[in-house]
């Protein structure tokens, strides 16, 4: 059983810096994509960032291009999201996800496509 469990949410003032973090655990991630997701009130969930767990490649949402970045630590099966330049409109809650099949270069932003997700993190950047 795969768990996720993320943490680093909080509240921060427009312009700071916040690293998410997302703790895998139930099996070796070798082969899996790890994304982030977020929801703000009233709208849909949103494609963020997503790592391949073996090679690395990353793909970004427009919205955060430049501001975040993804990245995983074997020794920790730990995947983070640190984002800088943070703006209000980057509040919502954080979500990670993890799927074993995926085809990131097709399907990276469809939320339905992933397997498995955390419970969430609350993000509230004040301008």
């Known amino acids: 059983q795969v768990q996720l469990v993320e943490s680093g949410g909080g509240l921060v003032q427009a312009g700071s810096s916040l690293r998410l973090s997302c703790a895998a655990s139930?099996?070796?991630?070798?082969?899996?994509?790890m994304g982030w997701f977020r929801q703000a009130p009233g709208k849909e969930r949103e494609f963020v960032a997503v790592i391949y767990w073996s090679g690395g490649i990353t793909y970004y949402a427009d919205s955060v291009k430049g501001r975040f970045t993804i990245s995983r630590d074997y020794a920790k099966n730990t995947v983070y999201l640190q984002m800088n330049s943070l703006k209000p409109e980057d509040t919502a809650v954080y979500y990670c996800a993890a799927d074993p099949r995926i085809n990131l270069r097709v399907d990276r932003e469809r939320p339905y496509k992933y397997d498995y997700w955390g419970q969430g993190t609350q993000i509230t950047v004040s301008s």
């Open positions: 139930g099996r070796t991630f070798g082969d899996y994509a």
